[in-house]
């Protein structure tokens, strides 16, 4: 073949067998350069469906235009031959440069950022490779990464598109192989592949995983003496992380792999975009000297070199800890002290009194592109809406936010019967040091070019105070979130009860917000902001036991699965990706990676509080501190964020600090019961002072029946029960409708405290109705959803009153394994739970080892509460709680 001439191209060398056809160096004489070129051999050209499926792969590559892919110049055809002709690639295969012990970090980090985004884009034109392996990647001397060979490549009827983000299950092929045909490259082939099944881009997903994994190894993860080996290998093995493989790398990494070579094509990412992201985000991470690698090799020090290597390894145990602070601290995004602030304050409504909504919908929606913008802190909506009614002079405004600018202005919506609506914004952007209006100009559009507005406001107040938009708000600038009016008009109306709900706690107007938000998408199945918005309202429901059901977290995940197929680059999206994989999948560190992506572009007190949740749920309290503090510093005005900054002292036993807080918070929101919970909680565990609890439970607000509200009964029912006055406990008891205290922390049923006062006064036959009744709801709540974490320990308390000794260590041990390594505020509550269940059955040791470990856990606990709390006084003469309470300063 070497001298053959096809046309106008000479054969020059043989380059290999790729994918379907021999590839051979050439020089085409027309254009006095070289290429490839790859000939399908005459006894396959003869092949209808091999030409077919040869003819296509020239199609679907020919379409694609990415520097990290091969281009194709041309299809031809001579003297019996068919070939492509290509770019000639020269350096050396991506196999030829994986070494035993695999590439350094950031030349993997190099490679394989391309080889994710050449097949995002190719999954973007409905092209999925499906032989991705080492020997299909080129990089060139200047270190250009090229994917190669897509001579499997399959193109889907339907394109996906990045900017509509079809759903992989979309993707369908016209089938040019028989049905169960297996092809591609044995080691690389995810589990659908193998079995002949229809593959979609999630197929190619896994092979980069595969890919990843052999780059940083230097190993396959999966092996095998044979094909059939290999096969069941990926059928049905895990592979070892990369970090114990090897142990310098950062176990994001790790992570990252393991879910690209998740068995099920579901529980992988979804788009190639996502892997690239991903990696990027990583990347910049350990460039920037944030990332913490898993743990670092170290060789056993020389005895010269001993107390030197001691000093050192401490030092790098320090900056470690350090390091591994700062990974999940938000601090690199991080507002500096001197970052310009704004507020959006609410727009003025000029049109009819029902179209309130529609501006604060405009106000919303501005104060959001205003946050996406890189040097501008942006005081969140809550702080915003409390000078809706009210509005003091501006630089009282300024003082009370931190702000050096404000942004407001008027909104005009005029409905016509005969034409389109129209509607006038009139914005003023005013410097509050000097007093003066920096920019201002009127607006007038249809209603259908909303969008362009919007954008058009906050680019212009983007020039006006010299900063820029971060990327994935320029990316998005002049998005139409739907085109649909009547779908965007439910939508806002959705907002409206869904901020309602999480101002004032109400768990309706969250209903509502769903109900409006599910109509939205019936209008509009493509507008991925109320499919994303939609998500929020549904978790939100499950997350706060509204609606704790199954079909209620189905709703949360189709819709926040949809709103990422659309848009992939969704920061609503993303963080209720967050929120479902704290509240379902209880991964706290995956819920991490997807609010940093959120807090990259779109800053917001919002964010932070979800970070600060999953840092608690981690332990990392500091972090969780600092993140909270941010959300007050974005919304000074919200009482809510004042209450959760004060509940995170509260639980470190940091009162002083906690009560200003929480004072602070009953100011800013006096008919909520949070603060008022929280400071009785406080004055109990301070010190035990019971008689300062009570007064403080005396002066609550006269106008407010707050006595009657279960969060702030139950502390009042243990002031009276610290205190021996059990009649007085049991009518607090008794008020109310409700039969159980009940947070996103605890369910405690009435019947098990009414049993308790009955115990410790020698009423045993009523304690025991009371335990079975306790007993009966909880089974019946476990049945209903036994994935409540709340209802074992509580059950397991009271199968222990009943004297039922087998069933309480059952629900003992199953609490353990709900609660599972979760470190957050809930922890303090099992602890308490399960000693109860033990003080009861008789083990205390076992109780105390468990009240231990309660007061050595950030909670609601503290050791003045227990000394004076007479459900543990079958313990009192115990010596190791007796020396528990000296050690924790009672």
Known sequence: MIGSRFGQFEITAKLGEGGMGVVYEAFDSDLDRKVAVKVLPAKTAEDPNRLERFRREARAVAALNHPNIVTIHGIESGDDKHFLVMELVEGQSLDQMIGKEGMPLRQVFDVAIPIADALSAAHAKGVVHRDVKPANVMVTPDGQVKVLDFGLAKAAVAPISPEAGEAPAATRTTPLTGEGVVVGTAPYMSPEQLKGLEVDQRGDIFSLGVVLFEMVTGKRPFGGESGIAVASSILKDTPDSVSEVRADLPRQLGRIIRQCLEKSPDRRFQTARDVRNQLESLQKEIISGESQASAVRRGSPSPRWGRMAAAILGLVAIVLTFVAWRVLTP?????????????????????????????????????????????????????????????????????????????????????????????????????????????????????????????????????????????????????????????????????????????????????????????????????????????????????????????????????????????????????????????????????????????????????????????????????????????????????????????????????????????????????????????????????????????????????????????????????????????????????????????????????????????????????????????????????????????????????????????????????????????????GWRFRELAQIHALLGNRDRAVEYLERMLNSPSFFAAPAVKIDPTWQSLRDHPGFVALLEKHGA
Not at 510 to 536: C, E, N, T
Not at 649 to 675: G, M
Not at 759 to 766: M, N
């Open 331 to 827: 601090s690199s995004q991080t507002a500096p002290a001197a970052m310009l602030k704004i507020v959006v304050l609410p727009f003025e409504n000029l049109g009819q009194p029902d179209d309130e909504y529609f501006t604060d919908g405009m106000t919303d929606e501005i104060t959001t592109r205003l946050a996406a913008m890189k040097g501008l802190a942006v005081i969140s909506r809550a702080s915003a809406m409390q000078y809706k009614d009210a509005r003091p002079p501006l630089r009282e405004i300024g003082a009370q936010l931190g702000v050096h600018y404000v942004l407001d202005g008027t909104v005009r919506w005029q409905r016509a019967n005969d034409g389109p609506s129209t509607v006038r914004v009139t914005p003023q952007l005013i410097h509050i040091a000097e007093d003066t209006q920096v920019w201002t100009e009127g607006y007038e559009a249809v209603l259908a070019n909303i969008f362009e507005v919007q954008s058009s406001i906050a680019r212009k107040v983007s020039e006006e105070l010299g900063v820029t938009l971060l990327e994935p708000a320029r990316a998005a600038g002049d998005s139409r979130a739907t085109d649909n009016l009547e779908a965007y008009d439910v939508y806002l109306r959705a907002n409206e009860y869904f901020h309602r709900g999480a101002e004032l706690g109400h768990g309706a107007d969250y209903r509502i917000a769903a109900k409006l938000y599910d109509q939205a998408v019936q209008l509009d199945p493509q507008f991925a902001l109320a499919h994303a918005r939609r998500a929020l309202a549904h978790e939100v429901l499950y997350t706060t036991y509204e609606d704790h059901t199954p079909e209620r977290l189905a709703r949360a995940r189709e819709a926040m699965e949809r709103a990422l197929e659309l848009d992939p680059d969704l920061p609503e999206g993303h963080h209720a990706k967050g929120l479902l994989h704290m509240a379902a999948d209880r991964d706290d560190e995956l819920a991490l990676e997807e609010f940093r992506l959120v807090l990259a572009a779109q800053p917001s007190a919002g964010v932070y509080s979800s970070i600060s949740a999953a840092q608690e749920n981690l332990g990392l309290w500091e972090a969780a501190q600092a993140s909270m503090q941010k959300t007050v510093e974005l919304d000074p005005l919200a009482g809510e964020y004042a209450c959760g900054a004060g509940g995170l002292r509260l639980i470190r036993r940091e009162f002083r600090e906690a009560l200003e807080l929480h004072d602070r918070a009953v100011q800013l929101i006096p008919d909520r019961w949070c603060p008022y919970y929280c400071k009785a909680t406080i004055y109990l565990n301070w010190d035990g002072d019971t008689e300062r609890a009570r007064r403080f439970f005396e002066e609550l607000p006269p106008d407010m029946p707050l006595e009657n509200q279960p969060p702030i009964n139950y502390p009042w029912f243990r002031t009276e029960m610290f205190d021996g006055n059990y009649d007085e406990a049991l009518r607090r008891l008794e008020s109310g409708d409700e039969t159980v205290f009940q947070f996103m922390y605890f369910f405690i049923p009435k019947d098990l405290l009414i049993a308790k006062i009955h115990r410790l006064t020698g009423s045993s036959d009523l304690a025991h109705k009371h335990y079975a009744a306790a007993r009966e709801m909880l089974e019946r709540k476990i049945a209903e959803d036994p994935s409540d974490e709340r209802l074992h320990g509580p059950l397991g308390i009271a199968f222990a009153g009943l004297g039922q000794r087998d069933d309480a260590i059952r629900e003992e041990a199953l609490a353990l394994e709900l609660q599972g390594k979760r470190r957050g505020q809930s922890v």
